[in-house]
């Protein structure tokens, strides 16, 4: 086995050179093992070790670089790993061995369109074409074969007997191995290959009939015009003299009928007037005739300078006088000149290109040479000049009565030297050069103007800013005078209103004094003198009961009624104490109707939610839990700049829970708590909480508002007074 170390491949082995060729392109890059049997059909020696084998499925190329490479007719097997190729998959780290020996493939006659495509890659093939050029390369031969309108090149080895030049213009069947040439990056297929493994595989059908130099020369206008048993499989000949060359790639030639192009790579020099014969097969570019693959040799005969002429524009509309040597007149648009690179992609000196406008089209003037010609700075733009050269036309036909038969798509003209640009007039004063110059000056001066009125309308602004600035320092001193009048005069109405509140305070301070002086006074007149009387009627029915029952019951009976009595007195003035509130609503209307009250001026949203089964609680709890509600909405009223508030009076089986809600700024109740605050609404309720042996949870954060929940038990068993929990503990 050849190749590199053998690898363990843990899959079924593809075995068909048409199962790898099947694969897609990022299937293939899995490194799928394939193990392959076939015959080794094309193997170049400058191919590094790598070669092509085909099985009864198809051919397949096996990337064996730089290792030992087998001869084409062995017979091998061949294992390695799948690869996507830059084309078509490919079988990558090869190991083969030679079986032996095989004939190979029978070749398939190949359809150009398919083979051009790259369907055929890999595959051994048939074709038949015409050999359009033919040179050695070391040991092999080169041809460039026509086959149907497409150029194939052909590789096999150098036969012995013929010499590469007489094959051009003969008919050749070959058979081998297609292979594409490809663009890596994009996977694209750009040319196409046949690679003849043997010289008997290369076969002459019909070489060229006679020589075409000796045929008779066609005149350059005929080439393209209708001949009997002509053919673009034939060479032609055509003489002329040369009015333009590049040199290994074309030239111009005219005689007595017209002009015409010649595509040679042949690099012989000709001087301008030298008089050639040249043979070529006939193509068309822009639907116009040439001679392609061109054949040159000098006639011997003496040069003749050919003259141009001058050309009704009409006619080269019409695609008249392509190739031959004319004169234009036209006004010089522009200028440019760029290195000039031939067919091998090197740069050949310098091209200088004016643009042209006539009054019947605008065309191209150029010229090609080593540097660019002093005389050409003499030709400023906006000049009127007269061109002498080769003309080059692109034309397109139309079919149809109502368009032109033929129709110019552009035009060149060729300098055969820098004498054939002549200025007739020269450009006025006023040319787009010293126009650009104008127009940069006077954007310079706008500029410049530009900058100096923004330097100006700075300092204005600043002139006004400052002006501005005192202005408003004025009217900040005027309105503090005016803030401080209104202060003093606000601080006197606080003070007065002080006085007053603290007049009233005084006034009800001894009004609840003189309440309690009568209640004490009520107390004593009524309830303790009435609560004596009933004691002596006992202790006298006592001690008449039994000497006299009759008095004694009259003395029980009179204090039956003093206690019934004293009932009735003592709820007066127990009633005389109870909230007006509850007395005038339930615990739920006297909430709602305290938090309407409270929020109505701050524009709060107030939402008020009972549940459970409203029912009477005692008289104390009710007190407690409304003066509770009636601090916590004074707070949110006061403080807490809300603008939503909830509550919710929650009657459970076991237990009633107030919640009050609100969005406002929030507090810190952990720091609110202790006497030495100030603060004592939260002291009052915590201590109303506890005188109901109830929970209060006040759950509260600078900035994310405040919750209040109260919970009263119904029952008897003794709940913590107040429920330690974060985030505001109570305690």
Known sequence: MHGQTGEQFPEEPLTTAAAILSLPSDEAGTRRPVVVTGVVTAAEADWRGQFFVQDETGGIFVENIGRPAP????????????????????????????????????????????????????????????????????????VDLAVAGYRVQVYSPLPGDLSPASLVAARVLVRGTAATHYNTALRHLTAVAVYVP????????????????????????????????????????????????????????????????????????????????????????????????????????????????????????????????????????DHAIRPAEGRDGQSHGYMSTWLLQSPDATFLVEYEGAGNSPAFDLVPVGSTVEAEGVCVSTVDTTIGDSAPP?????????????????VLAKPSWFTPARLRTGIGLSILGLIIS???????ARKNAALKQLIRERAQAQSELQEAHDTLEQKVEERSRQLQVEMTARKTAKVQFKAVLAERTRLARDLHDTLEQMLTGIALHLDASAKLAGRDPAVSGQHLQKARNWLHQSQVDLRRSIWDLRSRELEQFDLASALRHTAEQLVSDSGAEMEFHPAGEPRSLPEVVEENILRIGQEALTNIAKHAHATKLGITLDFQPQEVVLRITDNGVGFDPAALLHPETGHYGL?????????????????????????????????????????????APLT
Not at 120 to 133: F, K, L, Y
Not at 248 to 259: R, V
């Open 71 to 142: 001869a084409p007719g062995d017979r091998v097997m061949v294992r390695g790993v799948s690869h996507p190729g830059a084309f078509a998959p490919i079988i990558s780290a090869p190991q083969w061995r030679k079986l032996g020996t095989a004939p190979l493939p029978d070749p398939k006659p190949a359809l150009i369109e398919n083979l051009e495509a790259g369907v055929e890659d890999g595959q051994r093939v048939e074709i038949a074409g015409v050999v359009r050029t033919a040179h050695g390369e070391e040991t092999r031969l080169v």
């Open 198 to 333: 043997r010289p008997e595989d290369f076969i002459v059908v019909q070489p060229e009939q006679a020589d075409p130099f000796a045929q008779p020369v066609l005149p350059a206008a005929s080439v393209a015009q209708y001949r009997r048993g002509g053919g673009l499989d034939q060479r032609v000949h055509v003489r002329g003299t040369v009015t333009w060359q590049r040199p290994g790639e074309q030239l111009f030639i005219q005689d007595a009928s017209g002009g015409i192009r010649i595509e040679s790579r042949q690099a012989d020099a000709y001087r301008d007037g030298e008089i050639v014969d040249a043979v070529g097969f006939i193509d068309y570019r822009n639907r116009l005739p040439l001679l392609c693959d061109g054949v040159l040799r000098r006639s011997g005969k003496a040069p003749a300078r050919m003259q141009a002429k001058t050309i009704p524009f009409q006619e080269i509309m019409v695609g008249k006088h392509h190739g031959e040597l004319i004169r234009l007149r036209g006004l010089v648009v």
């Open 406 to 422: 033929v129709r110019l798509l552009s035009l060149k003209i060729l300098l055969r030297s820098p004498s054939g640009l002549t």
């Open 450 to 456: 530009g900058i100096w009125l923004r330097t100006v």
């Open 683 to 727: 002291i009052g309720m915590s201590e109303r909480a506890k005188r109901m042996n109830s929970k209060l949870i006040i759950d509260s954060q600078p900035g994310q508002g405040t919750r209040l929940t109260v919970h009263v038990p119904l029952g008897h068993a003794a709940l913590p007074l107040v429920e330690t929990k974060t985030p």
